[in-house]
């Protein structure tokens, strides 16, 4: 099952674009790669996902390049109800069919 | 739609006792999972359920047991709790085993003492 690392925290001011990083050496051909975001005291809730170069929805964006190891989430002109934790599990589209999390980033969005 | 909801919030337990976690889905979706998440963690996957009348174990699995009662429910058993079991536990859904969208419960938040 594929490994995630993504920063522990990240700060932005609302208005701004905010990028998440995560790094995904070890993904594999069948492996799909998605974005949840946890609010406090709630379960994760699915954003986005992806196979390979860009896709857009009407809260994000995920971009990943050719070799797939890494992916950024984009969240455009984020508000203070933007402060959550991101992960970006794997899908593993073969065999297990099982969602890897990491530990997340943290992002705190300042007024 | 309620989605997925879970029962109890919080719990309580002493070493040693038993307790069974409920978990109920109204999205007519065919497979489910528990996971589990400790403070500054991410979750992980204790069993899960592909489809009604079978389940397999995820990344940590040891200690609990789980029943896939009908399509709608999934429940999660502790059969003697231990102090590492305290964790908040999430119950999920999800169309089918090949759908990477999962949508979650509320959580479970357990205190074993």
């Known amino acids: 099952l594929a490994k995630t690392t993504q920063p522990i925290s990240m700060d932005s001011y609302e208005g701004q674009e905010v990028n998440i990083t995560c790094s995904h050496n070890?993904?594999?051909?069948?492996?799909?790669i998605t974005w949840y975001q946890q609010f406090p005291s709630q379960g994760p809730r699915f954003i986005i996902q992806g196979y390979k170069t860009k896709v857009t929805n009407e809260v994000a964006s995920l971009f990943i390049p050719a070799d797939r190891k890494s992916s950024t989430l984009s969240l455009p002109r984020v508000s203070l109800s933007d402060t959550a934790v991101y992960y970006c599990?794997?899908?593993?589209?073969?065999?297990?069919?099982?969602?890897?999390f990491g530990k997340g980033t943290k992002l705190s969005v300042i007024p | 739609n309620a989605g997925v909801t879970q029962t109890p919030k919080f719990q309580v337990l002493k070493t040693g006792q038993s307790m069974t976690l409920q978990c109920a889905q109204d999205m007519n979706h065919n497979s489910m999972y528990w996971y589990r998440q400790d403070p500054g963690m991410g979750l992980r996957l204790i069993y899960y359920?592909?489809?009604?009348?079978?389940?397999d174990k995820g990344e940590v699995p040891n200690g609990y047991n789980v029943s896939r009662l009908n399509k709608r429910e999934f429940s999660l058993r502790l059969e003697s709790a231990a102090p590492s079991q305290t964790s908040v536990y999430f119950c999920a859904s999800s169309k089918d085993r090949g759908a990477y969208e999962q949508y979650f419960g509320p959580g479970t938040r357990l205190t074993v003492t």
């Open positions: 359920s592909a489809s009604e009348g079978t389940t």
């Open positions: 070890n993904i594999a051909t069948n492996d799909y």
């Open positions: 599990p794997i899908y593993s589209g073969a065999g297990s069919y099982q969602l890897t």
